[in-house]
């Protein structure tokens, strides 16, 4: 429909999870009155990330170096090795502050329906790194749905002769939440996991 | 949060229009595991549209030349200017089959709340254009909302003098629609607008 370049950069935005073709068409006609400067620079991102940005050779997190900077920091626990699905959930707990320990990232979870299975996943990768007996504590903290649920209970079986602490995130309501709008499989697991006030 | 090129790419594609932070990081690390030929090209069809295309010097609408593909084609009846907003309107008309004329893009409408006046639009262009009484019929295609009927109301006294014939598009129900769920305004438009059915 549009003349040559607008209809490649249309359908190129088009392939973009989350971008419809309207959204496509809005985002190409804001490129195109946007100041040439300013698309260099996105242009470039997008490069620069494809050029530097590689997977870190122990945890499986984006990193720009051979280890990410997680696996470099000497401060961080050794003996605690948190284990996410994506490296966007490291970012996740990072974010809380609360853990000083590593990352394992598996790259996905067990997903039958979408042909993922254990051999799919870092799953290997973990195992290797658990060989010296440095770690103590495993914390699964995949996903809280079906297949990340799945997975945490593969690896938790799976490490089980190894005599590791294994951990899974508490599950519960969410804090500022209202208890009216929680759904009963939350609730219940609040339930379950409730602890005693000590006051 | 993230590491640097990683976070300059989510931040360029947060100032796309519609996506947000969320939909950045989606993007951004969708474009880390895609293949990195896919992203060059993606990154090229940015480039590629700044360098190329430019709007065409009689109507204003894209193109990769001088004058754009409806100003350059023969067959289109020079006596009728269809009068758009955006380059996208252009596209929106040209998918009915509807007109055979030409266009003549403003670049977007009057709305005093976001600075715009009809000196920032496209009307002195378009009275130069009418300037040799080829043209005899102005459609005016603005948008069907408070700024496109302002600058319809706007072009349509500024045109009177010279006579020409100048038409809305009509406002109505849009087919395929449900009566009960067409707003008030466009209703009372369709009741204005009724049409002797002739059979």
């Keep these: 429909m549009y003349e040559g370049v ?6 190129e935005l088009g392939r973009l999870p989350g971008v419809g073709p309207k959204s496509a068409q809005r985002i190409a006609f804001h490129i195109l009155q946007s100041d040439p400067v300013d ?18 050779a122990v945890c499986g997190n984006v990193s720009e170096s051979e ?3 997680v696996c470099l920091d000497a401060r961080r626990d050794p003996t605690v090795i948190c284990v996410v699905e994506e490296p966007k959930d490291v970012v996740a707990v ?8 590593r990352y394992h990232v598996l790259g ?9 299975g254990p051999d799919d996943l870092r799953i290997r990768e973990l195992m290797t790194r658990l060989a ?21 209970t593969y690896l938790a079986r ?25 759904d009963e499989v939350t609730l219940g697991r609040a339930f ?7 006051v």
């Design 6 to 11: 607008v209809q490649d950069l249309i359908d």
């Design 39 to 56: 698309v260099r620079r996105l242009a470039s991102a997008l490069n620069e990330v494809k050029e530097k940005v590689r997977f870190c």
């Design 67 to 69: 280890r990410c900077r």
């Design 94 to 101: 990072e974010r809380t502050r609360e853990f000083r320990g």
């Design 108 to 116: 996905g979870a067990i997903s039958p329906i979408d042909g993922v």
């Design 132 to 152: 010296d007996g440095v770690v103590t504590e495993l914390i699964l903290a995949t996903d809280p749905n079906l297949e990340g649920e799945a997975t945490a």
């Design 158 to 182: 799976l490490l089980k002769p190894m005599g590791l602490r294994v951990t899974r995130l508490a599950s519960g309501l969410p804090v500022g939440g209202d208890l009216e709008y929680a």
């Design 192 to 198: 379950e996991g409730r602890r005693l006030l000590d």
